[in-house]
């Protein structure tokens, strides 16, 4: 087959799915989702109209009556509604507000607070001007206020939870109107005239910038309702008649990532709020939750097209297919379609959508402006009753200009399970099986695109297969190679299974295989391979690298063919073995009557096959990493050695204070606290040392140096 560099555009991650235009697509991980579809549920014993709802970072609805009375959603199981008691105050309430201790009721004077345990009213917040407020996280609000002698000017006032000034006030250029509303997005602002409803005004805080967001045409010149439910979407509910609304969920850039038309069966909105259990809207009869509601009402229509994508020209250029994967229901449809151009307007009209801030009748604008070949869709509908990912081609072949479009739209009817879009592969150029045949079958077009299509299928095999083989030597490369694979890649140079290590320690340990190998048997790779395990808590001695041994026999006389012993500077002290008799630690055929004797060879046989790991971690870590030691231990200690594992107790502060043979003067070892440096704020007795091996040995004051020694 003829070998030609293929290529494609990806779409799998949220930066890439933001690049295109999308309408009853919202975000979820990586993936597209379709939204459940919505209903209206009233709210039971709430059936009250001119209700004010406020819904707090826990979930919970409040609702202020027209009574001035403070009631609360019952819990589940319970009858309700819950009344809390009187929020007293001069004037109607406009809206209310839920801080974290606070109450706000917004009226024509301005902000009354109260306490939330006591419902105490504390000092008002006098300020006429002011034409709404949103909470801030917090127990502050954020005010849109008017300009002080320049109606129709309105200006951002962040207060506390005294009621006082943060910060100065800024304007929000742009927004007109009598009456603007505001809700806070995550850390940006949203500010909307709810009349005109053609813009919301996103405001950064921080700098004061202001990006204007064109909103659909079904919000034009009717009035809107506005949240961000404590998110970070803005949420938008308009009226088309006294009993059915629009309801849109849009992000920070304008993209439209649902849209859903409701039945409002306690009449005419009034007010929106929302939190994490969801949104609630005042209707003229009372509180009502929106709220998933499957088959409520028809199919469902959600599109996603691609940014304009290039297939630079040359002796092979074109396009070849579309792989899509996706979950696709039983019941759902999915059909896939393509427009390509070489028309410069074309091109530059359909980017110049794109730039800037999204119109929210993105798709619609670019469905009529772009020349989508109809007649060449393909189709496919769900079988599956699993949410297995599917992949799914749609042949490009036809598409011969040099900039194409791809679209894909879900179908979902009422009571289906909505289908899902995780990936998204465009494939360039156009390169097929079909070349590598006597031109005999080309000839035709019709029937070259038959064959096309059946040899289709094994292009899509195939080409996984190539991808696969191309990526292998990333795959085993240990800079590169991904965490799945990293326990896979250990165990083919001899590790044990270590899929229950964190993956970082298993990629460290991959990254040092050639090292660990290297100084497989010996002290310091049983230290490094330790230190990458345990992150440094672990301590590996090997007994026959200790000073050599001086045995004082009686008399003085030679130890196992040495020279008689005499006390040097390199002196160990070692405990008789076997141990003396002991009244009541005796142990019959083992422990011999009387004094025992120290056995020279015995000392030196068991000190020069001795390894002894002690490992510093909590209980929880060894529960860990106890297994996944002993697991490696074999591979990397001799056979032939004693191996001595101690765990103790991991205490950070404790290992930092020890005087011992791994102890360092460093920042990393003692912390940067000052009063664990070494120096003027040093304390007696505050530092650890550990306790001797054995009882010390007491020699005989009388004897001369360099002749016999007796100990006693």
């Known amino acids: 087959m003829t070998v030609v560099d293929k290529r494609m555009y990806r779409f799998a991650l949220p930066a890439q799915w933001a690049a295109g235009a999308r309408r009853n697509l919202a975000p979820s991980g990586d993936r597209l989702v379709v939204p459940d579809q919505l209903g209206v549920v009233p709210v039971p014993g709430a059936a009250e109209a001119g209700a004010l709802p406020a819904v707090d970072d826990r979930g919970v609805l409040w609702w202020l009556r027209p009574t001035r009375t ?17 929020l007293d105050g001069p004037g109607p309430a406009r809206r209310l507000l839920r801080g974290r201790s606070l109450f706000w009721v917004l009226t024509d004077r301005g902000l009354d607070r109260y306490a939330a345990d006591t419902l105490q009213r504390l000092t ?21 206020e008017a300009e002080a002698g320049s109606p129709g000017r309105w200006w951002l006032r962040h207060v506390d939870c005294w009621g006082r000034s943060c910060r100065p006030p800024f304007p929000v250029p742009g927004l007109e109107g009598d009456a603007p509303t505001v809700a806070v997005a995550g850390d940006r602002l949203v500010v909307l005239d709810p009349v005109v409803s053609t813009e919301a005004y996103v405001v950064d805080p921080a700098t004061g910038a202001v990006t ?85 009402t028809g199919e469902r229509t959600s599109t996603f097209i691609t940014p304009a994508l290039v297939s630079p020209p040359g002796s092979r250029s074109g396009w070849d297919r579309a792989e899509i994967d996706v979950v696709l229901p039983v019941g759902t449809a999915m059909d896939v379609t393509w427009a390509a151009t070489d028309d410069l307007s074309t091109v530059d009209r359909a980017a110049s959508l794109f730039d800037g801030p999204a119109p929210a009748d993105l798709v619609d604008q670019l469905d009529a402006l772009l020349p989508w070949c109809e007649d060449q869709a393909v189709a496919y509908s769900g079988v599956s009753d699993t949410e297995e990912v599917e992949q799914l081609a749609a042949l490009l072949d036809g598409a011969a200009a040099a900039t194409l479009w791809l679209r894909v739209r879900l179908h979902t009817p009422p009571g289906r399970v909505p289908p899902a879009l995780v990936a998204l592969r ?5 390169v097929s099986y079909l070349d590598d045949l006597p031109a005999i079958y080309r000839e035709n077009p019709q029937a070259a695109a038959e064959l096309r299509r059946i040899v289709a299928p094994y292009e899509l095999l195939f080409d996984g297969l190539d991808a696969e083989l191309a990526a292998l030597p990333d795959r085993v490369d240990p800079s590169t190679a991904d965490d799945a694979r990293t326990d896979h890649l250990l165990s083919w140079l001899g590790f044990p299974p270590l899929g229950d290590l964190p993956a970082p320690i298993r990629s460290q340990l991959l990254q040092h295989a050639a090292e660990l190998l290297d100084l497989r048997g010996t002290c310091g790779g049983l230290q490094l391979l330790l230190d990458l395990v345990t992150d440094n808590r672990a301590t590996v001695t090997d007994h026959a690298d200790e000073p050599g041994a001086w045995f004082l026999g009686t008399g003085g006389g030679p130890s196992v063919g040495a020279a008689a012993a005499r006390l040097g500077v390199d002196t160990v002290s070692l405990a008789q073995r076997p141990a003396p008799a002991r009244a009541g630690g005796m142990v019959l055929g083992s422990t011999p009557l009387g004094r025992g004797c120290p056995d020279p060879e015995l000392v030196l046989a068991e000190r020069a096959t001795t390894v002894t790991v002690t490992v510093e971690v909590d209980p929880e870590q060894r529960t860990t990493l106890q297994p996944v030691i002993e697991r490696l231990m074999p591979a990397f200690v001799p056979a032939h050695c004693r191996l001595q594992v101690h ?66």
């Not at 019952?74 to 009858?79: E, F, H, K, M, V």
């Not at 008002?124 to 849109?144: F, H, N, Q, T």
């Open 647 to 712: 765990y103790t107790a991991a205490d950070a502060a404790d290992r930092s204070r020890r005087l011992d043979v791994d102890f360092q003067l460093d920042a990393a070892a003692l912390y940067s606290a000052v009063h664990w440096r070494l120096g003027a704020t040093t304390r007696l007795d505050a530092w650890t040392l550990p306790a001797p091996p054995c009882r010390p040995v007491l020699l005989d004051h009388g004897g001369p140096l360099g002749g016999p020694q007796r100990l006693h």
């Open 70 to 86: 403070l009631a609360r959603r019952a819990l589940p199981g319970t009858r309700g509604p819950v009344l809390v008691g009187p």
């Open 212 to 296: 204007a967001i064109g909103l659909d045409q079904v919000h034009h010149g009717r009035r809107t309702l506005l949240t961000a439910a404590r998110g970070t979407r803005i949420h938008l509910l308009t009226a088309t008649s006294d009993d059915r609304a629009v309801y849109q969920a849009v992000n920070l850039t304008g993209s439209v990532e649902d849209h859903q038309d409701l039945e409002l069966p306690l009449g005419r909105p009034t007010a929106l709020v929302g939190g994490p259990a969801g949104l609630v809207v005042a209707c003229a009869h009372g509180l009502a939750d929106i709220a998933a509601r499957p088959g409520r």
């Open 426 to 430: 465009v494939r360039y150029p156009d």
């Open 124 to 144: 008002p917040v006098v300020r006429p001007a002011i034409s709404d407020a949103a909470e801030d996280g917090r127990d502050g609000v954020w005010l849109v």
